[in-house]
């Protein structure tokens, strides 16, 4: 039975409410459609739902993580949403919850509420959790921007209160996260080390200071360093195979080099990102892809959406034909819920299935390549 995509979405928000048993978890299910791109069907999706032929199914045989950035209001009010969170994915990175500005909009006053909700949730799936971030330049707390412009506060507080924050954040999850974004975005489109009040106040041994505080409040955890457009070879992605040489070689603990993968099918792909992945892991690194999305110029049609599927598969495919790629997240698996159109103006549908949940040529990419890897 095929059935429009709008028609589908509902019936399958119905279906996914009804098949949930008492524990919330997904009643098995006999339906084995082949899924048609482009399309959803009844059948496919609530088989989807079931495990049958998830992503995290086919990911499992392969030792790579399929993960997902996960909005935790969506995840509250939305059972489709939530559903699909546990079902295709055994990984998860918090899209906002971890972020300095939501952990301490206080100074002095940590909320770890909401992302010890989604800790708990991954516990009760079965997931993997990756930490997302300790330091960045953005969702910083006003107190701290404000307190730093001022002078207020000087750099020798900043540096303490720095390190507070990592022992805080690391520490409380201590032993919960597999892979933890230490550094986030520290080099610039110019492949300098970027303009931020980290650098300034501070110089960049900054970078050093918060991985080697962050090992030490969390020894087990993969310490990674992440940035976007640095998913082939490119003088950003020189920068950084720079950077992390230096570091290595001053015995600093850094474990790993996240690529965010926020590509858009008008810029192309670059083919070389295995080649990328594998200088990286011969540093001594492993790798993940850690916020993939492929976003387009509206309106979408056929020819984009096959581009699409292609980005994301260049990038699965150089994960998993890397020795060391231990995981690979999508920056959100639905356009329902995208940041997106609100950063990039005229721009969306970057994710792997449509606002209605229907499966996107990306979705069977995605679906295949991990197939024919396992
Ligand atoms: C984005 C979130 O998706 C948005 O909800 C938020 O408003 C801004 O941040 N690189 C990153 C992510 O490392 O943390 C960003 O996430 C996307 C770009």
Known sequence: MKVTRVVAGAAVAAAVLVS?????????????????????TLESATQARAGADTLRALAKRTGMKIGTAVDMSALANDATYNQHVASEFNSVTAENVMKWSEIEPTRGVLNFAPADQLVAFARANGQSVRGHTLLWHNQLPTWLTEGVASGDIDAAELRKILKQHVFDVAGHFRGKIYQWDVANEVIDDNAQLRDTIWLRELGPGYI??????????DPKAKLYINDYNVEGLNAKADAYYALVKQLKADRVPIHGFGMQGHLGVQYGFDGRALQNVQR?????????FTEVDVRMIMPTDNTKLQAQANGYSILLRACLLAKRCTSFTVWGFTDKYSWVPGVFTGEGAANLLDENYGQKPAYQAVSQTLALAG
Do not use: I
């Open 20 to 40: 949930l048993n008492a524990t919330g978890a997904p009643a098995a299910s006999t339906a084995s459609l082949p899924a048609v791109p482009g399309a959803v």
């Open 208 to 217: 050093a200071d918060v991985f080697r505080w962050a090992h030490q409040a």
């Open 280 to 288: 990286f892991e011969a540093l001594g690194l492993e790798t993940s």
